[in-house]
């Protein structure tokens, strides 16, 4: 039977070890999402990061066909020009274009990326992207002033890495209650078939509490003042939950998801003096401490490779012809590569241990690889070593965040629930990949799934 409504309710982070467990008891209307539902891991995709995830879960399709590898990318080959995915970054339809096209009203709120605000067949807010409410941030635009009338100091995002972790809890609370209380109100007063709302506030208290909560953590100290911080905030994102289950409705198909989860950070490692030591990346003379790559004085007429930091390492090749001064010839790439590939995968944490890393290449990830995607994507110990791109420090090893206070890193999978009226849920479902989101969506609307998504329905697995 065809859905009239769908909610898809977007957790930014929620991390299935505390929602599906350790936390569960905190959360009485997710439990009840589960237990007259679907559930289960949802994988996110290559790189579990929130852009470009939101828009592979909403089009299912892959990164390398969107054309987005993560927030920041080269530029035309540079070695130090790059650019900023947002909202224009992305031209391939959306689960709501197609339901637009069908005659369908779609609402999103805070769905990354949604700045610039682009048009929908309804109406959109725009997400943490947005640099501040004098900004054009809603579609239509005089929606803007409903906004704010519901939530007149309507916040986009936090400043999470910071040391004031007072002053971050309270923003962390006001944004959540502010954008729920909008997206109630655009619940009741717009007459929409999908409501997808994204809320960023768990990924933020992820990133600044995790080593106050988790007792594996290596930064973690007994008894801190912060130690239920995270289970508290996840208790009161599912009490606005419940107020919004009230407010649509059990007539209406509800999916809670999140992009990918978190997990506790061991460290960083400088992936760029790793590459020096290696013999990889040359420079002409040492680094300022924590200096970035681009204000290192590189020898790239003698440097073979170098790395962009972030949750995960994007390492460039220097191929003759491609990079300005590159060295490595194109008969030469593909056994570079492997030499570097081997190399990679023997770096030892600070203990002597082999970590778990894994170096994948965007060709053998993706049907297509448009625009400027890295030559090789590495996950530090299966991520939980975050790459550190700045160089300068006195070792490899960091124990703290190098571009500001983190205490977590991005896990592989995510979150998903869904309770459809009239259907029966068939409790926990292994397999659940991100890219089944949209084709589900269209599906319980009774739509064809388009043959050149990549993820299939859940109802139909």
């Given at each position: 039977?065809?859905?009239k409504?769908?909610?898809?309710?977007?957790?930014?982070c929620?991390?299935?070890?505390?929602?599906?467990?350790?936390?569960?008891?905190?959360?009485?209307?997710?439990?009840?999402?589960?237990?007259?539902?679907?559930?289960?891991?949802?994988?996110?995709?290559?790189?579990?990061?929130?852009?470009?995830?939101?828009?592979?879960?909403?089009?299912?399709?892959?990164?390398?066909?969107?054309?987005?590898?993560?927030?920041?990318?080269?530029?035309n080959?540079?070695?130090?020009?790059g650019?900023?995915a947002?909202?224009?970054?992305?031209?391939?339809?959306?689960?709501w274009?197609?339901?637009?096209?069908?005659?369908?009203?779609?609402?999103?709120?805070?769905?990354?990326?949604?700045?610039?605000?682009?048009?929908?067949?309804?109406?959109r807010?725009?997400?943490?992207?947005?640099?501040?409410?004098?900004?054009?941030?809603?579609?239509?635009?005089?929606?803007?002033?409903?906004?704010?009338?519901?939530?007149?100091?309507?916040?986009?995002?936090?400043?999470?890495?910071?040391?004031?972790?007072?002053?971050?809890?309270?923003?962390?609370?006001?944004?959540?209650?502010?954008?729920?209380?909008?997206?109630?109100?655009?619940?009741?007063?717009?007459?929409?078939?999908?409501?997808?709302?994204?809320?960023?506030?768990?990924?933020?208290?992820?990133?600044?509490?995790?080593?106050?909560?988790?007792?594996?953590?290596?930064?973690?100290?007994?008894?801190?003042?912060?130690?239920?911080?995270?289970?508290?905030?996840?208790?009161?994102?599912?009490?606005?939950?419940?107020?919004?289950?009230?407010?649509?409705?059990?007539?209406?198909?509800?999916?809670?998801?999140?992009?990918?989860?978190?997990?506790?950070?061991?460290?960083?490692?400088?992936?760029?003096?790793?590459?020096?030591?290696?013999?990889?990346?040359a420079?002409?003379?040492?680094?300022?401490?924590?200096?970035?790559?681009?204000?290192?004085?590189?020898d790239?007429?003698?440097?073979?490779?170098?790395?962009?930091?972030?949750?995960?390492?994007?390492?460039?090749?220097?191929?003759?012809?491609?990079?300005?001064?590159?060295?490595?010839?194109?008969?030469?790439?593909?056994?570079?590569?492997?030499?570097?590939?081997?190399?990679?995968?023997?770096?030892r944490?600070?203990?002597?241990?082999?970590?778990?890393?894994?170096?994948?290449r965007?060709?053998?990830?993706y049907?297509?690889?448009?625009?400027?995607?890295?030559?090789?994507?590495?996950?530090?110990?299966?991520?939980?070593?975050?790459?550190?791109?700045?160089?300068?420090?006195?070792?490899?090893?960091?124990?703290?965040n190098?571009?500001?206070?983190?205490?977590?890193?991005?896990?592989?999978?995510?979150?998903?629930?869904?309770?459809?009226?009239?259907?029966?849920?068939?409790?926990?479902?292994?397999?659940?990949?991100?890219?089944?989101v949209?084709?589900?969506?269209?599906?319980?609307?009774?739509?064809?799934?388009?043959?050149?998504?990549?993820?299939?329905?859940?109802?139909?697995?």
């Open positions: 039977m065809a859905q409504r769908v909610l898809v309710m977007g957790l930014d929620m991390t299935p070890d505390l929602a599906f467990d350790l936390y569960l008891g905190d959360m009485p209307n997710l439990r009840r999402l589960m237990q007259d539902g679907t559930w289960g891991e949802l994988a996110s995709s290559h790189p579990p990061i929130t852009v470009p995830a939101w828009m592979v879960m909403a089009t299912s399709r892959d990164p390398g066909t969107l054309g987005a590898y993560g927030f920041r990318h080269r530029k080959n540079s070695y130090t020009e650019w900023t947002n909202a224009s970054t992305f031209d391939l339809p959306a689960v274009d197609h339901l637009g096209a069908a005659g369908k009203k779609v609402c999103l709120v805070g769905l990354p990326p949604s700045y610039p605000v682009r048009p929908v067949a309804g109406w807010v725009g997400c943490f992207l947005t640099p501040n409410r004098d900004k054009v941030f809603t579609y239509p635009e005089d929606l803007a002033r409903e906004v704010l009338e519901v939530a007149p100091d309507y916040r986009f995002d936090v400043t999470f890495r910071t040391d004031s972790r007072d002053e971050l809890l309270r923003e962390l609370y006001l944004m959540a209650d502010e954008h729920f209380r909008v997206v109630e109100h655009l619940a009741a007063k717009k007459p929409w078939d999908l409501l997808w709302f994204v809320e960023i506030g768990m990924d933020r208290i992820h990133h600044a509490f995790w080593k106050f909560s988790d007792p594996s953590h290596p930064l973690y100290e007994p008894g801190n003042p912060y130690q239920t911080a995270i289970r508290d905030y996840y208790r009161h994102i599912d009490g606005l939950v419940g107020s919004l289950l009230d407010r649509v409705g059990p007539e209406t198909a509800v999916l809670a998801v999140s992009d990918h989860g978190a997990k506790a950070m061991r460290g960083a490692f400088c992936i760029n003096q790793w590459l020096v030591d290696a013999g990889y990346l420079l002409k003379s040492q680094p300022a401490r924590g200096a970035s790559l681009e204000k290192c004085d590189v790239w007429a003698r440097t073979t490779a170098w790395a962009w930091g972030g949750y995960y390492a994007r390492v460039f090749i220097n191929v003759k012809g491609r990079e300005p001064q590159g060295v490595v010839p194109p008969e030469r790439y593909e056994a570079t590569l492997a030499a570097l590939t081997a190399d990679i995968l023997g770096i944490d600070h203990a002597g241990r082999l970590m778990a890393t894994r170096v994948l965007p060709k053998d990830l049907r297509t690889c448009r625009g400027d995607s890295p030559d090789l994507m590495v996950y530090l110990d299966d991520l939980s070593w975050r790459s550190a791109g700045t160089m300068g420090w006195d070792k490899n090893y960091l124990f703290e190098d571009t500001g206070p983190d205490d977590a890193v991005h896990a592989a999978s995510g979150c998903f629930v869904m309770r459809a009226p009239g259907r029966r849920g068939t409790g926990r479902r292994d397999g659940l990949t991100i890219y089944d949209a084709p589900t969506i269209l599906d319980l609307f009774g739509m064809p799934v388009p043959q050149e998504m990549e993820g299939k329905s859940c109802l139909a697995m």
